[in-house]
């Protein structure tokens, strides 16, 4: 008799084990780390089975100590060399660097980490047309490029959501969280990493909701904090290129709602919170229904640690009392549904948020701070009750309306914002005031005045570029004149001549040179700053010379060091005001899309002015005084008498008094040796 039946699986003597085999383990992974106590993992897969078993029972991974050398005497990187060209000239491609372990002692263990680093670039640019229809390439776009700092990342937080138990995954998000602020304040990414920054805060977010782990304080204001620095001005042009690919800023706005609540349910009832960061102020309050006696005013000023946009801030948010007031379900009283509920409010006011999110149909803009009220259980007034001022941040502004943002597109951009369920009460040109039946976010959108021919598309200047190089050809031929002829007329003031030309000439080839490269923004940040730089040692040069002159006319004795002091002056100065504006300001404000100048916002512009305008303060005395001092030796005498006499010939030189004609005031006892001629007269 043949017998075809197979047996299941499952431990010998029980019947009926339908679950699915486990294979065998697989090896132990490398451990975590290269020195001290880390993890090693390992993995095992279940058996699929044709008969529709059940998953198998158990844990799929384990984990164990792994112990290694200290990493006390351990060697230490040195610096990254250069990015290797990418590896393709088009398309998709990766660059490599490396560096070197050094200082290893004699124990020899290798530096901890990897000597190699290589990175994908998936960079693009855009074909543009001009107001003109010109076409030409936008600058590359980022959106898509992730560092491998920010990869890894990613990796170390599937890891800990792939752990069972839910304490752990807490703590995992906790240890990302503190990773990801460190990554965000070294300030080196692309647009793709803000992506990805705002995809890993949704995973703690979510991770932590699920885990019912509640955050550490310290661990809620690093959050905060991440968010803040991703809403820096600095990252402007970073958001405008990865808003081509994804909404991350208005998907950030949702996250940070959701970690609000998730922070208010784990306080205790009557609790407050606040935190004011660089670009976000956040208040979060617990309140039981039968508690909210009064009004909700926001923000809440003469509270410590407020930033100084925070408390000079104008916008305000009230709702009134009655808006909190929720009827008793059936069968339930008044009484029963007020001890039970609980209500989570919170606000935020965004500084920069409303620059960085996409315009709705420009020339309009977002003339005013964003402003966030969120509510759980959600509210929704019976009537327009909620009161919202808000200051605007442009002047010469028109048409401005409030607006709310609807979270219900989900598509999340410009076209969120819109004027159902928010009306505008009155607008002054410091305030605009709003009246909304709808708990949410609110702003003020406002058209604003289009400039002509601003645009990095308009035609340079033609006038301009006549001046300059009618300049440029003077200057020229006055310095060829001087190398012609400079064995005869060498001195200090050709020197300090020939640097106050050569500053002009440089000035004036950079006015050329930005006149036509508006539209790539490194290299106008370059001739912006030059054009500081040579400008200012124009100024320098003038108060050299006349340092010069000063030091001419009291007979100071010529020497290399003042020579040397000259040439401090002239091109020290102006490099240290330049170095110093262009590290306190990393540069922003140097070029704009219509000029290759100084910005006029942000007191970068002062940098210039106020230097100048100190060179021609401190210039005037010395001209005043280089005046007064010259002026009686070029005075005429005046001879009261005039009475002819014989002069010898062998008359020799005489001392003429001049005390006996009538000399100006400031030379009574000066002598000139005066030589007569030869020539003789005679007595009428």
Partial sequence: MCNNTASCPGEPGITGSVEGRWLEWGPWSKCSVTCDVGTQLRQRRCSASVHGWAECKGPHQESRECTNPSCSGGGSWGSWNHWSLCSKTCDSGWQRRFRLCESTDTQGYPCDGSGEEVRSWSASRRCMLDNNGVAFWGPPSFARCVSLEYRYLHISLREHLAKGQRTLAGEGMSQIVRSLLELLQRRSYYSGDLLFSTEILRNVTDTFKRATYIPAPDDVQKFFQIVSHMLDMENLEKWEDAHQVAPGAALLMRILEDFIHLIGEAQKPFQSFLMVTNNIMITIQREPVSAVSSDINFPMKGRRGMKDWARTAEDRLYIPKEVFTVPPEEGETEADSEATMYYVIGAVLYRTLGVILPVPNPPAVINSKILTVTVRPELQPSEPMVVVELSPLLNGTSDPQCVVWDYGNPEAGAENWGTEGCQTLA???????????????????????????????????????????VSCTALLILLLIYAAFWRYIRSERSIILVNFCLSILASNLLILVGQSQTLSKGLCTVTAAFLHFFFLASFCWVLTEAWQSYLAVIGKLRSRLIRKRFLCLGWGLPALVVAVSVGFTRARGYGTASYCWLSLEGGLLYAFVGPAAVIVLVSLPNITSLHSTVAPVSLPLHVTSYNPVNILPSDPPKLVDLGQFSPAPSLPHARVSVHTPRVSTTER
């Fill in 427 to 469: 607008s002054t040109t410091v305030q605009t005031k709003c009246l909304c039946s709808r708990i949410s976010t609110y702003a003020v959108l406002a058209q604003q005045a289009k400039d002509p021919d601003m645009g990095p598309s308009s035609i340079p200047s033609v006038p301009l570029m006549v001046g300059c190089g």
